[in-house]
């Protein structure tokens, strides 16, 4: 069964996915011997650094292979795939995590846990400490992977995670959304428009991305007797509920409302796959008030509670030591 669940994992986050890609790229880079080529690719961004499309893409092939080694650490921490892989495997993932410019990239410039856990685990040959009870763990570890799918694959999350991320599309920026989601005028505008524009992508991907956290942060309370696990899925989407909560803070509070509205109400809520174009409805403001009675204000407060749980989980792994 490990060695079936392997395959499916590999035929899901490697074949399936972009992480081949990275493979592929880091392969051209390694190979050949493009040693500066590939410090440039994997540099930390700074303030103003211009940064071509396809260095871009390039970027997000290796960032989708680092998600894939993050899946195959946890998936050997429970036991749902073999604790030993087969060595040709090992030796090909150490190729990678082993290369000194993708170890400052996961390591120093974009530190991800995951991974470098992965690497200490194939270096040192280390062995579960935990023994999960399969027939619970593997149904907690295939909802965990349903639930990552939203931020992995849908397209408006994708954009707004761009913005987040300083990158830009058509002029648009994180600026703007920050701007639109701290005004409510502008809020309303643009979530009643029929533009399909980037910034309309990048406000509906916040509102989905909230409602994430929100089913995110009640899977991890779920988690409480398996802390081990329960961090390591906490630590898949490290880099978006850490290293950019303090942007996410300074709008949550005010567009809170909005997105409980947009969750909870069935007479005014936006319908998520409408049978026509896939656009979406929302309520004008003069409804809020409506809305807004004791029961949904106590919603709103268990929201609130649920994001910043989620954006201030502490894990219980500790950090590799660097060598």
Excluded: C
């Excluded at 892989?85 to 030796?91: A, K, N, R």
């Excluded at 009870?133 to 990552?148: A, N």
């Excluded at 701007?179 to 502008?186: E, F």
């Excluded at 942060?217 to 909560?245: G, I, N, P, R, T």
């Amino acid at each position: 069964m490990e060695k079936s669940n392997l395959v499916e994992i590999q035929d899901r986050y490697l074949l399936g996915s972009n992480a081949l890609e990275g493979m592929l790229i880091l392969d051209n880079y390694i190979e050949q011997s493009k040693d500066k080529e590939l410090k440039k690719l994997l540099r930390p961004l700074v303030e103003d650094d211009i940064i071509s499309n396809s260095e871009t893409q390039k970027r997000d092939a290796i960032d989708s292979l680092l998600q894939y080694f993050s899946i195959l650490e946890i998936a050997i921490m429970i036991g749902f795939i073999p604790e030993r892989l087969p060595q040709d495997m090992v030796s090909e993932i150490m190729k990678y995590l082993n290369d000194k410019h993708v170890r400052n990239y996961y390591l120093i410039h974009y530190p991800i846990i995951l991974p470098q856990m992965l690497h200490t685990r194939l270096a040192e040959k280390l062995k579960n400490e935990i023994e999960y009870p399969s027939e619970i763990i593997f149904l907690h570890f295939m909802e965990f992977l349903s639930l990552s799918n939203i931020l992995d694959e849908d397209e408006d999350v994708e954009t707004f995670l761009w913005f987040l991320d300083d990158g830009s599309i058509d002029d648009f920026t994180i600026e703007d959304l920050w701007s639109t989601l701290n005004n409510s005028k502008k809020l309303i505008k643009a979530l009643k428009s029929s533009q399909n524009t980037s910034l309309n992508d990048a406000i509906r991907g916040y509102f989905k991305f909230i409602d994430f956290m929100r089913s995110f942060d009640s899977f991890l309370q779920k988690l409480h007797d398996y802390k081990e696990f329960q961090s390591a899925v906490w630590l898949y989407h490290m880099y978006w509920f850490d290293h950019m909560k303090d942007k996410l803070n300074n709008v949550i509070d005010k567009t809170i409302l909005f997105t409980n509205i947009n969750i909870n109400s069935n007479k005014y809520i936006y319908k998520k796959k409408l049978e026509t174009d896939g656009k979406v409805n929302y309520p004008d403001i003069e409804m809020f008030s409506e809305m807004v009675n004791d029961d949904l204000k106590f919603d709103l407060i268990e929201l609130e509670k649920s994001v910043k749980r989620v954006l201030n989980f502490e894990s219980q792994l500790s950090v590799p030591v660097v060598i």
